[in-house]
């Protein structure tokens, strides 16, 4: 799961403290794992030299707090690219694709956007596990069939979120 | 049509309309209160197998009967083969249903009192072909289907998988142009329901039929060439 | 006790809350039942209508005297319009005449006590002719106890000269019994009606207590589910179906009521009942009551028994058994069996056993229709394998349904077939009564009898005012000494004479002895009524004749063994004041028939004037068929509706069949067609059986009154196409249900 896209995507409602960041970070998605300071301003560092960041004002003071980061044209740009680019369709998928949902409906982008793109994507990859069910022989069979039920199931999942978008909104955006 | 309906149509299916055996643009369907169709739109070309997916009540099926012509939209148009469906009188749809199309449903819908082999053939005598003839085709495609055993027993009498082999074999036994196709396996368990899919799909190929598969589950979408989402009446092409 | 309550009363719940689906089929056996059981009470009110109508007559009736009773009376029955006007003429010969029903005194000459219903048309401009026949005064109405009915048409008229037409010495009113409704055609024609039009009903009646009992038991499957057992599970459709058939009684009992007003005012073959006498009997009313609930019930129960409620839906109990020939042969074997031995012993049916034994046997015999058109249809369905696609549809739903179709067409078999037998009873006893009629009357001729007209050439004065009479082409009328004497004597014309006698030469005061009719002799000295006189010498013997041509008619004027000129009566002193005429009328001549009835009347009220040949003899059987005929339309109809109900139900269940046949292209007119051979096929294989039985029935019922069997093809084919025609339009008022059931709505709901 990618912290830079995130804190890239949370930046674009507006700039922030690396502090706060962590913060909105570890509530909204961070459940299980919280991002550690270390990685917080590793990963701000590494947006500021790509120029996706800037610092767009340094309070005074000491300590590494002082600076407030904002996104950039690139940095929204990129944030638009990984949004609309459909995550490869693997096993625990769904946190990195709850996080895409939950920072387009923050960032007002239409999230099933977002839902649409990775279930073509799915699909793509389930078309090909069919058809090639259809030539394999039985073990090959099997292996499709696995991969095609945990596919399915991310589906399911997604057809599920699609559903409950506008509760979802109500929420995160509260 | 004009030129900005032409293009939203061919952007929504995400294929150019040339070539199309279907074209269905813009199509808005209510029933009573509730819009089924709220601009829908889908594109089928000769011999290819599209799903049409979404959850319950998102307007798929009627999206279904629209471009089959059993139900006629009440705006938007239905194109088959350069000819408008929503211009047909009754009788030229049913006509055009008789001979172009095939259809299978959920949970086979065989007339429960003719025997398989007779719903196989009625489509054929239907069109007037002969009985023995008719009969005589029935039997082929209930071989095809690997059901040639229950061709003597009624509907009632057989399994869920069973039957709903018999009834693509009568969707396909008039060699229709396009296979239209409701929730194939919604009644069926996981492994029957790949075989249907599997059977439906070969056979369609082999006859070059196009299909319209109506279904919410992706592993039966994952059969077709690609997929239409349907939400809320509108379709998303993907 | 406490639970099978609470399941009966879920059974309620569930039939009157089941959504609208559910209200509608308690609505519609409701409405079944309903109809039903207003038509079994009428039917069970007619024991009571036939007693109290014979008691009415009965009580009408006369207690004959010696001849020292003190009233004298005489019937005079006039047929007016083609309604039978009953009178009688009465003179009081001494204190205390006895009374008749519904009358407080005997009127006096000139007068007459008439019923309200003959009052009411002696007063409007259609019984004007009428009152010009009578000419009485009406002093007085006839009670409701002196009538049969409210429309009886019913006059007592006082009379002064009556001992003159030889009247019947009255000693009392009301006789023990009537014997209008009685003999062994009358009680088969009973026992027919009875059974013919009311075993339909009850059919109907199990029919409507059935409808939609697929949908029930799937919804009791679903009871099953959630834990009822097999007993709990009957206790919810008994419930259920008690809901409908109860509703129905409640709503035939209250129909039955405001029906029996309606019926006072029907005539049924000349006879009008108070509505006071459309009382059940009770016990009839107490069996309908209960029965009908208790038979839908025990009809729900066998159904839930034959199709097994399990809880996960239901089954029907293995492969149906094909159905067997043999026990479905043994009712009409048994019912033949029963009336065999009637045959050639009508005389039995006089007796209860003989005509419980006659009952039983058309039950049988007709219940037997209904037991075979299942079987018949099953096996005609069985063996048909060919043929177009609508027929094989129509074929496999029959074969596949299982009998459904056969038991309300048998309804339809049952009521063709018991009408038909009755038909043919009726047939019979028309030609029997046919030939009883006497020849005494024709369209364009009359023979009044019994003209008391004194005057010095009786037979000359009628003859001229009846030949003054507008419409009347000739007159023959010879006067007769009186209606029972020792020497009969005929007075007429010369001309008169000559046309019953071979007479030659009459002139003056000529004198005839008819030699066939007694050994007078010229000179001998002979006595009529307390008179004395000498048979004059010159009197020839000469031979009667026949009256021919327009005139020709045998009987009705005697010929007396003494046959006399006017003068030749005068010059002996012989009264002969009693006219018996022929008048022959002019057909062109419209009313000339009236008019010449007024004459009559005006020269003596009491005149006999023969019925209007329009209404001679078999009009009374005439009528008892047209209301045949009525009853089994309205049987038909009930039952059609029932049929109706039944093919739309079926219809209903079959929505999404016909939704996939819709989508496939099926032509709508390929259904239609399937349709009506689906009905139309147990239809005529039920007509075909119910004629042959009807034939059978009928042939045997004849043999047992002694008559012979004649069949109205006609009337059996016009009772078919009736039956044909209900089921053509059932058919055809169905197709824009199966026009909406192609809609292919019914596709998407699962």
Redesign the interface.
């Known amino acids: 799961m990618s912290v830079s896209k995130t804190f890239l995507a949370l930046l674009e409602s507006g700039a922030s403290h690396g502090y706060d960041l962590k913060h909105e970070y570890d509530a909204r998605f961070g459940t299980d794992r919280p991002v550690a300071y270390g990685q917080v301003y590793a990963t701000l560092a590494r947006l500021l030299k790509s120029g996706l960041v800037t610092v767009d004002a340094v309070e005074p003071g000491e300590g590494p707090d002082r600076k407030r980061y904002a996104i950039t044209e690139a940095g929204v740009a990129d944030v638009e690219r990984w949004l609309a680019s459909p995550e490869a369709p693997e096993p625990y998928l769904q946190n990195v694709l709850y996080t895409k949902v939950a920072l387009a409906l923050l960032s007002g982008r239409p999230a ?1 956007d977002v839902l ?1 793109t990775q ?2 994507e ?2 793509r990859v ?2 090909e ?2 058809s090639r069910k ?1 030539t394999g022989d039985l073990v090959d069979q099997l292996i499709c069939d696995h991969a ?2 945990h ?2 199931a991310d ?2 999942w997604l ?1 599920l979120t ?2 409950r978008l506008d509760q979802l909104a109500a929420q995160v955006t509260r | 049509m004009s030129a900005s309906q032409a293009a939203r149509g061919a952007t929504a299916s995400g294929r150019p309309r040339d070539g199309n055996l279907i074209s269905c643009t813009n199509l808005t369907k209510r029933f009573g209160s509730t819009a089924a169709l709220d601009g829908a739109s889908l594109d089928l070309a000769a011999g290819e197998v599209v799903a049409v997916m979404g959850p319950s009540g998102s307007g798929k099926s009627t999206l279904l009967h629209c471009a089959a012509g059993i139900l006629v939209p009440d705006t938007g148009e239905v194109v088959f083969d350069a000819e408008q469906i929503g211009h047909m009188s009754d009788r030229r749809r049913s006509e055009l249903r008789r001979t172009e199309f095939g259809f299978v449903f959920q949970f086979g819908r065989l007339v429960p009192e003719l025997s398989c082999a007779e719903n196989v053939s009625l489509p054929l005598r239907l069109s007037g072909v002969g009985r023995a003839e008719a009969a005589r085709r029935a039997d082929e495609w209930l071989q095809r289907l690997e059901v040639h055993e229950v061709g003597r027993s009624l509907p009632g009498e057989i399994s869920g998988g069973q039957g709903q082999r018999v009834a693509v074999a009568r969707a396909l036994v008039t060699r229709p142009r396009v296979v239209f196709a409701d929730e194939p396996t919604g009644a069926l368990d996981s492994l029957n329901g790949e075989r249907v899919m599997q059977l439906l799909t070969a056979a369609a190929r082999d006859t070059a039929a196009a299909v319209v598969l109506v279904t919410h589950e992706p592993r039966v979408a994952a059969y077709a060439d690609r997929e239409v989402v349907v939400r809320d009446g509108k379709t998303r092409a993907s | 006790m406490r639970r099978a309550w609470t399941e009966l009363r879920l059974g309620v719940r569930l039939a009157f809350r089941g959504g609208a689906d559910a209200r509608w089929r308690v609505a519609l056996t409701a409405v079944g039942v309903t109809l039903g059981v207003a038509l079994l009470l009428v039917g069970a009110s007619v024991p009571n209508i036939v007693s109290a109508h014979n008691a009415r007559v009965a009580a009408a009736n006369v207690d004959a005297g010696d001849a020292h009773a003190p009233l004298l009376g005489l019937w005079d029955l006039t047929s007016y319009r083609g309604k039978t006007v009953t009178g009688m003429a009465l003179q009081a010969v001494d204190r205390d005449p006895p009374l008749p029903p519904g009358l407080n005194r005997i009127p006096g000459p000139g007068q007459m006590f008439v019923s309200l219903a003959l009052r009411d048309l002696l007063r409007s401009p259609a019984g004007a002719e009428l009152d010009r026949w009578l000419h009485a005064r009406i002093v007085g109405t006839i009670g409701q106890s002196g009538l049969t009915g409210p429309d009886d048409l019913r006059l007592y008229r006082g009379a002064s000269d009556l001992r003159a037409h030889s009247p019947m010495a009255i000693k009392s009113f009301g006789s023990p019994e009537s014997d209008e409704f009685s003999g062994p055609l009358v009680t088969m024609l009973v026992i027919l009606m009875s059974v013919g039009l009311l075993l339909p009903i009850a059919v109907f009646v199990a029919t409507a207590s059935r409808f939609g009992s697929d949908q029930r038991n799937v919804r009791l499957a679903a009871i099953r589910l959630i834990g009822a057992d097999r007993i709990g599970t009957a206790r919810i459709a008994a419930g259920e179906a008690l809901s409908g058939t109860v509703l129905g009684v409640a709503c035939g009992c209250l129909l039955f009521l405001a029906l029996r007003p309606l019926i006072s005012q029907l005539d049924i073959a000349g006879i009008s009942v108070f509505s006071s006498d459309v009382r059940p009997a009770a016990w009839l009313a107490v069996l309908i009551v209960l029965l009908v609930p208790a038979a839908s019930v025990a009809l729900a129960l066998l159904a839930t028994r034959h199709a097994a409620i399990e809880p996960l839906g239901v089954s029907r109990r293995g492969a149906e058994p094909r159905r067997r020939l043999a026990w479905r042969l043994v009712t009409p074997i048994l019912g033949f069996l029963l009336l065999l031995p009637l045959i050639g012993a009508s005389h039995r049916l006089g007796s209860t056993i003989g005509q419980v034994q006659a009952s039983a046997g058309v039950v049988l015999v007709l219940v037997g229709v209904s037991a075979l058109l299942p079987w018949f249809v099953e096996a005609a369905v069985r063996r048909t394998e060919a043929g177009p696609l609508p027929w094989l549809l129509a074929v496999r739903r029959l074969r596949a349904d299982h009998g459904t179709s056969g038991r309300v067409v048998s309804a339809i078999a049952l009521t063709v077939a018991g009408a038909i037998a009755l038909q043919t009873v009726f047939n019979a006893a028309d030609a029997q009564s046919s030939t009883r009629v006497p020849v005494n009357s024709t369209p364009t001729a009359l023979y009044p009898s019994g003209m008391l007209v004194r005057a010095s050439d009786p037979a000359s004065v009628v003859t001229r005012q009846l030949r003054s009479t507008r419409g009347v082409e000739d007159v023959v009328a010879i006067a007769t000494n009186d209606l029972n004497p020792q020497v009969p004597v005929s007075v007429a014309s010369c001309r008169n004479l000559e046309l019953i006698a071979n007479i030659s030469g009459c002139a003056g005061r000529s004198a005839y002895i008819v030699s066939a009719e007694s050994g007078l002799r010229g000179g001998q000295a002979v006595r009529v009524g307390g008179h004395r006189f000498r048979v004059p010498e010159s009197a020839h013997r000469v031979a009667s004749r026949q009256l021919t041509g327009k005139l020709a008619f045998a009987g009705s004027i005697p010929t007396g063994a003494l046959l006399l000129t006017p003068s030749a009566a005068a010059h002996l002193g012989i009264t002969a004041d009693l006219v018996d005429a022929g008048v022959t009328l002019n057909p062109r001549v419209p009313g000339a028939r009236d008019n010449a009835i007024t004459t009559i009347a005006r020269l003596d009220p009491l005149a006999d004037i023969p019925n209007d040949p329009t209404t001679i003899g078999n009009h009374v059987l005439q009528q008892l068929q047209n209301v045949l005929f009525a009853g089994a339309t309205a049987v038909l109809l009930v039952i059609g509706g029932s049929l109706l109900v039944a093919v739309a139900e079926q219809l209903r269940e079959r929505r999404r069949v016909l939704a996939v046949l819709a989508a496939f292209g099926t032509r709508p007119s390929t259904i239609a067609w399937s349709v009506l051979w689906q009905n139309a096929l147990p239809v005529a294989l039920g007509l075909t059986l119910a004629v042959v039985m009807g034939v059978g029935l009928g042939d045997v019922l004849m043999h047992i009154i002694g008559l012979q069997a004649s069949f109205d093809w006609g009337a059996i084919a016009l009772l078919t196409a009736a039956a044909a025609l209900v089921v053509a339009t059932v058919t055809g008022v169905t197709l824009p249900i199966v026009w909406r059931q192609m809609r292919p709505e019914a596709l998407r709901v699962e």
């Open positions: 099933i649409d279930r073509a799915h699909l389930m078309r596990l069919t259809a095609l039920f596919l399915e589906l399911r057809e699609a559903a």
